[in-house]
């Protein structure tokens, strides 16, 4: 009995050692990256639904979940958030959203790599930047020589109420943007102009 109850002892001891040993391991090998993703974009409820916070100093990727009553099957969507943005999620009615995952954006450190051709390098050229004149007033500069359409948003001081325009600005120019009272403007996003 005494046999049986040793090896049954040692056993125990064996997988409980073997269970702390791949616990150490998992938390070793995960990214830190990945931790610090997590805490900077987050889900917040807005009065007609949520929108995706991303408080990141970066563009992030960001996965929802979202689980409706008597619907089994959740519905996952992914959204490219820009850095230090609000974007506005389509979901509506009942039902829990959360965030599956954060990733960094294709060419950011951490982010996804190029496995055909991992030399070549495929960085958009950023055309246009907000920034500020010498008088102070806010402006959409255009670097390229192509026109170039940019959505800002104008937010309170709190962040909310944010408020979106979109902007056509020719190649090479810079257009004045009015602040109508919002205590911050951000760049939303760009596209190639409309033809």
Same mark, same amino acid.
């Not at 979202?66 to 506005?88: E, H, Y």
């Not at 965030?99 to 960085?123: F, M, R, W, Y």
């Given at each position: 009995?005494?046999?049986?109850?040793?090896?049954?002892?040692?056993?125990?001891?064996?997988?409980?050692?073997?269970?702390?040993?791949?616990?150490?391991?998992?938390?070793?090998?995960?990214?830190?990256?990945?931790?610090?993703?997590?805490?900077?974009?987050?889900?917040?409820?807005?009065?007609?639904?949520?929108?995706?916070?991303?408080?990141?100093? &970066?563009?992030?990727?960001?996965?929802?979940?979202?689980?409706?009553?008597?619907?089994?099957?959740?519905?996952?969507?992914?959204?490219?958030?820009?850095?230090?943005?609000?974007?506005?999620?389509?979901? &509506?009615?009942?039902?829990?959203? &959360?965030?599956?995952?954060?990733?960094?954006?294709?060419?950011?450190?951490?982010?996804?790599?190029?496995?055909?051709?991992?030399?070549?390098?495929?960085?958009?050229?950023?055309?246009?930047?907000?920034?500020?004149?010498?008088?102070?007033?806010?402006?959409?500069?255009?670097?390229?020589?192509?026109?170039?359409?940019?959505?800002?948003?104008?937010?309170?001081?709190?962040?909310?109420?944010?408020?979106?325009?979109?902007?056509?600005?020719?190649?090479?120019?810079?257009?004045?943007?009015?602040?109508?009272?919002?205590?911050?403007?951000?760049?939303?996003?760009?596209?190639?102009?409309?033809?």
């Amino acid at each position: 009995m005494e046999k049986k109850l040793s090896i049954f002892a040692f056993q125990a001891e064996f997988f409980a050692v073997l269970g702390l040993v791949l616990l150490m391991t998992l938390l070793w090998a995960l990214p830190v990256e990945a931790a610090v993703n997590t805490r900077c974009a987050r889900l917040a409820p807005t009065g007609g639904g949520e929108v995706i916070v991303n408080e990141c100093d &970066r563009c992030r990727i960001v996965k929802i979940t979202r689980k409706r009553p008597g619907n089994s099957v959740p519905v996952s969507r992914t959204f490219n958030v820009p850095a230090k943005s609000t974007f506005p999620v389509p979901f &509506r009615g009942p039902g829990r959203s &959360r965030v599956t995952s954060v990733q960094a954006c294709e060419g950011d450190p951490g982010g996804a790599i190029e496995l055909v051709n991992p030399k070549a390098k495929k960085k958009a050229e950023t055309c246009i930047n907000l920034k500020r004149n010498l008088r102070g007033a806010i402006v959409l500069a255009n670097s390229c020589s192509a026109c170039k359409a940019a959505m800002i948003e104008r937010q309170d001081r709190s962040g909310t109420n944010g408020k979106r325009q979109v902007y056509k600005i020719k190649g090479l120019a810079a257009i004045e943007v009015p602040q109508l009272g919002a205590a911050k403007v951000g760049l939303v996003g760009t596209i190639d102009c409309p033809k």
